[in-house]
């Protein structure tokens, strides 16, 4: 089956730790974003990738780190510096560059907690 | 800048009633795209129904149809014929731009449909 798997789950952090969470995809997906979204709001964009060893900052990309060493890898760190991680994070991914109906398909999430 | 407004923090809906959510958006691209998508309680984000700024025609998928109005900059979805899995909420979504393939959510809707 293809799809986006991330994991944990769910995730508990004491503060001033650094946490990663995991987003894979066999999609053969060029691209693969990182969202976050707090209680009742919509997702906002913290990282994006459009292919291997390369990334842009989203709107909210204070306090986090990725990397995307393979295509189909794109593992998000939530640092110490991030001063409000508590939050549902989203992984997703797409083909980019296609005029049209290029959705993206998200991966279960990950309820991050911080202690 | 782009921004999508969903105004109705919450809709209610009897079972096999057709029930509109309402989106607006803005932006000075003439071409981009509209997504909506559905959350479930469960969290995972599921793709429903797109609409491209040069489609003539109004996107349709089975029960799911988008009611677009591009002078107005608005993309209500239409569910018809509401069933009691359709409780959830439901993100509409711009496509930024024709490369990057990053999306800008909406707020949200709550949908709740009564038996």
């Known amino acids: 089956d293809g799809g986006i798997t991330q994991s944990p789950k769910y995730l508990f952090r004491k503060e001033g730790q650094n946490v990663t969470l995991s987003c894979e995809q066999n999609l053969n997906h060029d691209a693969m974003y990182w969202y976050r979204q707090d209680p009742g709001q919509g997702l906002r964009l913290i990282y994006y990738s459009q292919i291997v060893n390369d990334f842009q900052k989203g709107d909210i990309a204070e306090g986090y780190s990725v990397s995307r060493e393979k295509k189909e890898s794109f593992p998000l760190t939530v640092t110490s510096a991030q001063k409000n991680p508590t939050a549902f994070y989203l992984c997703a991914s797409a083909r980019p560059g296609l005029a049209g109906s290029n959705e993206q398909f998200f991966g279960p999430g990950t309820r991050l907690t911080v202690l | 800048a782009q921004k999508i407004t969903q105004t109705q923090p919450g809709m209610f809906v009897q079972e096999k009633e057709a029930v509109t959510l309402d989106c607006t958006y803005d932006?000075?691209?003439?071409?981009?795209?509209l997504f909506w998508y559905k959350q479930p309680s469960s969290g995972e984000m599921i793709f429903l129904i797109y609409?491209?700024?040069?489609?003539?025609q109004n996107a349709t998928e089975g029960r799911y149809s988008l009611n677009f109005q591009k002078a107005r900059k608005s993309a209500n979805l239409v569910i018809s014929a509401s069933q009691l899995g359709d409780s959830a909420m439901y993100f509409c979504?711009?496509?930024?731009?024709?490369?990057?393939?990053?999306?800008?959510f909406g707020q949200g809707t709550t949908l709740q449909v009564k038996p």
């Open positions: 609409q491209g700024s040069y489609d003539q």
């Open positions: 932006t000075s691209d003439p071409s981009y795209g």
């Open positions: 979504a711009m496509r930024e731009g024709e490369n990057t393939g990053k999306l800008i």
